[in-house]
């Protein structure tokens, strides 16, 4: 019952934001117009400018005109301060993008990089809370692009001589490992939401081929948030045993694109899902996804 109130609260704050947005500059120049047009009349007739008893009104009629000519641009540079189109922030963070993804009846968030293992530590918890409070989510769609493990990989390897990559299979084996373990989980809360009849959940996995070099992070197709892996991170197993190259997701800083911001952060996003649907269009099923028939 609080969460039911708590969203027909903020959908009413939505509304009466709409209309102060829609109404707010006709209600602003009207008044202003107004102003500029009694100080004119209150200037050139006597009986109405004693009425006012001023004597200075032509000053004022003029400041009025002048605010009515600057007012847009002076509301256009409020938004833009107010509402940055590009900030950096750590994968750390990702949670609450997560949290604020899931205010939406309908979810989408898409995953491109190494493991996804931020974000999945994220969309566990969010998950789990759907059991007991749904909120206003109805559908949930999660895509998770991870490279294609089965192949040779400069990127995570063993590091060689002269600090050179060597590719280590079973490294590769360990880290998607990791991903069918990330996948299986998700999978399965997603059977057990859309079992109980509440919220409609689809999680998959696909594979790319390549080295993990982008992070990527699509929010509601209207935030896209984007780093780079230090590719020259390393890591031992154990305590004096070999280094791997093994980029460090959690350590990634992230720039954050949103389509609430200028044309040109709108183009970006835009921009961003269409690579990203395409990748996944081209992305393979990864071979621990294939059932053995029944």
């Known amino acids: 019952m609080a969460a039911g109130t708590r969203t027909s609260g903020e959908s009413g704050m939505g509304r009466l934001r709409r209309v102060q947005e829609r109404y707010e500059p006709v209600v602003t120049r009207a008044l202003l117009l107004a102003i500029f047009a009694t100080g004119l009349v209150a200037q050139f007739v006597k009986p109405v400018g004693d009425a006012l008893e001023g004597k200075a009104y032509l000053g004022g009629a003029l400041l009025s005109l002048v605010g009515y000519v600057l007012y847009d641009q002076v509301k256009e540079l409020s938004s833009s301060v107010r509402v940055p189109t590009r900030v950096l922030v750590s994968s750390s963070e990702l949670g609450t993008f997560v949290r604020e993804a899931f205010q939406a009846r309908k979810v989408e968030i898409s995953f491109l990089g190494y493991t996804g293992e931020t974000l999945y530590n994220a969309l566990y918890h969010r998950l789990e809370d759907l059991f007991d409070s749904p909120g206003p989510t109805r559908r949930v769609t999660i895509r998770m692009l991870v490279p294609d493990f089965g192949l040779p990989m400069s990127v995570p390897s063993r590091v060689g001589p002269d600090d050179s990559p060597q590719d280590d299979p079973d490294f590769r084996k360990r880290m998607e490992g990791r991903c069918r373990e990330y996948d299986s989980i998700l999978l399965e809360l997603a059977e057990r939401l859309t079992a109980a009849g509440r919220v409609v959940v689809e999680c998959e996995y696909r ?69 990203f649907d395409d990748l996944w269009t081209l992305a393979a099923t990864p071979p621990w996804r294939h059932r053995p028939t029944p």
């Open 207 to 275: 594979l790319y081929p390549g080295i993990p070099r982008d992070k990527i992070c699509i929010f509601n197709r209207q935030r896209v948030l984007h780093g780079l892996y230090d590719l020259s991170a390393r890591m031992r197993l154990e305590h004096m045993g070999p280094e791997f190259y093994d980029p460090k997701g959690f350590k990634t800083d992230l720039n954050v694109w949103s389509r609430e911001g200028t044309a040109a952060a709108e183009a970006a996003v835009a921009t961003w899902n269409k690579h």
